[in-house]
């Protein structure tokens, strides 16, 4: 029996000591994921222009002939000596909302008549964030290649003859475009047109129009393409349409742009893949770019950065629940320089959608046109806008706000707890007006709530300190016997109360909720331009950059970049410093050398790693950690004080209560005189 109840023991032991193994390489990983994300050991600063490269224009993915110049006369074929052609129209660009916050429209859409496209798309209600001088954001760039060429959004690409298997390159053409019309609603419409027709007769055999429509306070646009028979026989054709694409950099740390595609499950849920930067440069061919799900219905797909979407929904035909007339969707990284690490910042990334063939009759016959219809979101990835919109509600549109889980906390823990912290955080803005004192007060209640737990671990640390001559004694003692020496420990520990997990329970409890609000602060949109103070972290997103150095300072061999000097992660050394001074556990040096050395090695280690890789990341993640820091060494210094104060109270006659009092003290009370007697 007793035995039996050793190998219980010596189990119990074993276990908790691989927890706490697990607990620490958790930590340690986590650590090391950061600082790899923390931007230091990035050699080039973001690059703040547009970039480009040609998209492909054939089914076999063959790269296509350069621009053809924009002349009334000259005639765009689909390849030599065919029967159809297209006519370049004038070149011209039209304008659809506005960059004036007072016009009422969110953003103002710059469109090119070449491939009837979206050249840019710039925002009334967000700057670039450039301290100097901020202008709009323009949140939809052209693409540029070395050789001149471009890929712009919703560009219709090559239209293809399926019968004759012949494709023209609508994406090179200037579609004739005509002037804005507005409506009584106060929305804004352009229209583009282009006719293909027989080489040689000038017979109209295709007609395709372009249409897109803004609308005053919404990030909604709709983008129609009608494509028409105009022949006497039946046609069967189909196109290709490039998505959204050039979107700016929004991160200063990592680089966190993503194509992405949502679809409707079998159950009715919505769920998403996507494609990162790093993703698409690694893929080798077609299939490895593709945003495909088995057994579910496509909804949208989108080209994401940091706090930004463009999401092209294809509606369906009536009559049906689901689009099923886009048969393929895929990522394309461009890189215009074609370094081959595809690292050098000027890479973006783009969508393209293959429409399926559709067979159109007769002109004069029904079913001789066939209308797309889409709907393109381009704003903030905002979830309060997307949970009291309906239709972005319906489709899942808060898919494309991606945080930051890792293996030991899986989406499904780190989610909830992540919006619900800036569900929470919006609610006390509301009330403040300034987030970064809502920082400060979401470290307060955070340490509040946690202070029961925390207690315990610095008391239970505090027994464990003195309890370290004891144990070395049992190890020495016990040194050939590890289940008596197990055994012995145990009943140590229990003896006074102390308990070896407890010093790590905090860290544990509190590691997936550093994870979600590192997650919720560093993704929020809300804090992107949010200030803090007027002199100082005027951007809770970016670092709070207390001096701009004229040129980056590059630490030699590890070529680090250095852009200014940031306040926050220094202080935030200081204040671990202090931590670690008030840690219970630096007594135990004295009962065991090698402890003695962790300690001096801890004592030097976190100061340094935590500003360093913290350095570049955003002022309100380093404004919480700091104040959370802080907090917690006036946290210690009053467990401390009580601990001392327990500690005299058991010399003058009060003894401590077990754990079945809750660790309270209370005076040794004399017996009933009947008892004495």
Known sequence: MLDTRNEIEDAGYKIMRIALTLVVTVFVLFCGWLVVESGLFECSALNSGTCILLQKTTDNEKTGAANAPASKNERLEAAEAITFGVDHARVKSVTLGSTDPKSGFNFQLELSSK???????????????????????????PVQKIDGSEVLSMASKGFVFVQQQLQLPLDKLHWESFNVETAPDGSQAARFEAVIKVVGTNEPVIKLVKTYKVFPGRYLLDCNIAVENFSSVEREVRFNLAGPSGLGREAFRTDMRKVMAGFRESDGQVSSVRLDRKKLSRAENLDDRRLTKAGANFLWAAAVNKYFAAILVPLPDEGKEYCDWVTDKTGRLHNPDGDSKADSGDETIGLDLEIAPSTLAAMGQTNSSKTYNFQLYIGPKDKSLFDKNEQYRELGFVQTITFMPCFCCPTSIIYPLAFGILALMKWMYAFIGNYGVVIIILVFLMRLAMHPITKKSQVSMSKMTKLAPKAEEIKKKYANNKAEMNKQMMALYKEQGASPIMGFLPMMVQMPIWIALWSAVYASIELRGAPFLPFWITDLSVPDALYRFPTAIVVPLLNWKIESLNLLPLMMGVAFYLQQ?????????????????????????????????????????????????????FEQHVIRKHIREKEEAESKGLVAATSKTGGKVKKKKPKPFYKNM
């Open 581 to 633: 001074k008030l840690m219970p556990s630096q007594a135990a040096a004295s009962a065991n050398p090698q402890v003695a050395q962790q300690q001096k090695m801890m004592m030097i280690m976190l100061p340094l790693m935590f500003p360093l890789m913290l350095y570049k990341a955003p002022s309100g993640v380093n404004l919480y950690i700091m104040a959370s820091t802080f907090a917690g060494v």
């Open 115 to 141: 491939g009837a496209a979206i050249r840019k798309a710039t925002f009334s209600g967000f700057d670039d964030r450039d301290y100097k001088n901020p202008q709009p954001l323009v949140i939809i760039s």
